[in-house]
């Protein structure tokens, strides 16, 4: 009698888990049909294929005149996420409120380092990167619980966003070249995936409806390929453009420089045996700013989140790379962009 009930309670068990999965993988399908949907009306009003290459960014100029490019790197914004000061020791606060004044922030500085900092120099442009995760997604169940928003009302909000910093930029140095590759957080999947990997990523759809908002301004242009990786050609040098989550460790005692070196190793080899060598490679992914002349790692808009305080990482303020990038020596001066003003933010 008592095996007969152990396996009656096991067999509701077992159909109460097939229930909640069937509900749970039913609800994922219809996100994912959804999402797919919008990407595929964007399809026919976008030509994926067609990458702009700006003349100024190929020429090298003549003269006296000390011309440079300003190469600003965005990323890991992880715009909509919501961090309590009371969970992370009272270091950060983040929301959308103050999301939006950092990224007002960080073009403000960007402008005050390029014209102020460092006058005297004739910019021919602005090479804007956006290194992925601009949202954190709902990859994670507490992520979907506490985003400000869902992520298709995240990427309508932060399209008007990006594309008034675009414009500024593009009022202010004359011609903005925007490149974007896709993060790990605004994946549509819960697993990272290898087919489809950018334009199943929110980050790719934003960057695609900028793109858009500018269609007819021909101070701005675009290279939001379906690569996860953007090859960039400036004053004849090459520069590589990934997210950097292609690879694992970063915890240890050697801290991110092991991973991200082994990183630019393979990536160096293969551009090596394409015919695209680069000098210098551009990342995001790990929130930690790193500014030499051949690798570059960038910061964080977001700042200091449980998941990291959790683990124990270091604290680092939000901030973001910025250099200058000369036709006679490539990437020479560089800097942070700081995007943080708690006074002003009120926490």
Not at 8 to 13: D, F, P, R
Not at 176 to 192: D, E, T
Request: with cysteine; proline share 3%.
């Amino acid at each position: 009698m008592l095996e007969n009930v152990e396996e009656v309670s096991e067999v509701i068990k077992l159909r109460r888990q097939r229930d909640a999965s069937n509900n749970l993988n039913s609800r994922l399908l219809e996100t994912i049909e959804r999402l797919n949907t919008t990407i595929d009306c964007l399809d026919l009003l976008c030509d994926s294929d067609k990458v702009v290459v700006p003349k100024w960014l190929e020429s090298v100029p003549s003269g006296r005149k000390k011309h440079a490019t300003l190469a600003l790197l965005l990323s890991d914004m992880h715009f909509d996420e919501v961090v309590q000061p009371e969970e992370v020791g009272g270091l950060n606060k983040y929301d959308r409120r103050i999301a939006e004044m950092r990224l007002q922030a960080w073009c403000e500085n960007a402008i005050k380092l390029a014209r102020q900092y460092l006058s005297g120099v004739t910019y021919d442009g602005v090479l804007l990167m956006l290194g992925g995760d601009t949202f954190s997604g709902d990859i994670h169940e507490e992520l979907a619980q506490t985003n400000a928003d869902t992520i298709l009302g995240s990427v309508l909000h932060w399209t008007e966003q990006l594309s008034v910093v675009v414009n500024v930029l593009a009022a202010e140095f004359g011609k903005v070249h925007v490149v974007a590759v896709p993060g790990n957080h605004g994946r549509l999947s819960r697993k990272p995936r290898m087919k489809l990997r950018s334009k199943t990523n929110m980050d790719w759809l934003l960057a695609k409806m900028v793109e858009r908002t500018f269609v007819a301004d021909k101070r701005v242009t675009f290279d939001v390929g379906e690569n996860a990786d953007a090859y960039i050609t400036i004053y004849g040098q090459g520069h590589l453009l990934t997210h950097g989550d292609q690879v694992n460790g970063g915890g240890g005692v050697g801290g991110i420089f092991p991973a991200v070196t082994r990183l630019r190793t393979r990536k160096t080899q293969r551009a090596l045996d394409i015919g695209q060598p680069f000098k210098t490679i551009w990342m995001g992914h790990w929130h930690q700013l790193i500014q030499t002349p051949g690798l570059i790692v960038n910061g964080s808009l977001k700042g200091l989140d449980e998941y990291a305080w959790i683990n124990n990482f270091g604290h680092e303020i939000p901030q973001q790379a910025l250099a200058i990038i000369t036709p006679e020596h490539g990437v020479t001066i560089q800097a942070p962009v700081f995007c943080m003003d708690r006074k002003k933010e009120k926490w």
